[in-house]
């Protein structure tokens, strides 16, 4: 006889509920940002009820920012994991890096932060809750430098070009997100300017 499943407790039903009000909130950013995410919005593509969403998130800036929260973490454990597994070899590492980071800068992540802090601008509030996600995310990125950057980082000069990588591929995205345009480019831009960031990462190798 098939015992009868295990009845979930109010912990695990709120955070299913909080889980896909904080999920529909990011596909609801990156699908129409910040100013269509209306709350009403957000509870019809969670299939949840208006009373438990003021419950959980009573203002649409603390719902939009625990979301955030929640993907920027999520972003930086998968960082995280997937650079303890990219070549221990500094020359075959810059490569494998670039591409590691190429993925997290053209994510629909990327795209939700920069539709954002566009918004914020203009909105004192969504300023001040995006604040403490930036500083978290900066601290996070610094406690897995070493895991980022492997034998990398005892190359001088590793940071400030490693910064430079960033801005160049930061430039990059937005072009690539949000420059309009008839078409897409008939080759995408990223190869050739790979090929740069690679050679400047690897002329400080030892």
Avoid: C
């Amino acid at each position: 006889m098939t015992a009868p499943p295990a009845r979930r407790t109010q912990e695990e039903r709120t955070a299913e509920t909080r889980g896909r009000l904080l999920d529909a909130t990011i596909q609801s950013v990156l699908d129409v940002g910040y100013a269509a995410t209306t709350t009403r919005r957000v509870t019809e593509l969670a299939g949840v009820s208006q009373g438990a969403q003021t419950h959980h998130f009573p203002y649409r800036v603390d719902l939009v920012g625990a979301a955030i929260e929640r993907l920027a973490d999520q972003q930086i454990a998968e960082i995280a994991a997937h650079a303890r597994e990219l070549p221990t070899d500094p020359e075959t590492r810059s490569g494998a890096l670039l591409d590691l980071l190429w993925e997290h800068f053209s994510s629909p992540m990327f795209t939700i932060f920069v539709k954002l802090w566009i918004a914020a601008a203009d909105d004192e509030d969504l300023h001040r809750r995006l604040l403490p996600v930036e500083k978290e995310m900066r601290r996070q990125v610094l406690a897995h430098a070493a895991d980022i950057g492997g034998d990398l980082i005892a190359v001088p000069g590793w940071e400030s070009r490693l910064n430079l990588v960033l801005t160049a591929m930061r430039g990059l995205a937005l072009t690539e997100a949000f420059e309009p345009r008839e078409q897409p480019p008939a080759r995408s831009p990223w190869p050739a300017m790979r090929a740069e960031l690679e050679r400047m990462l690897r002329s400080a190798a030892p």
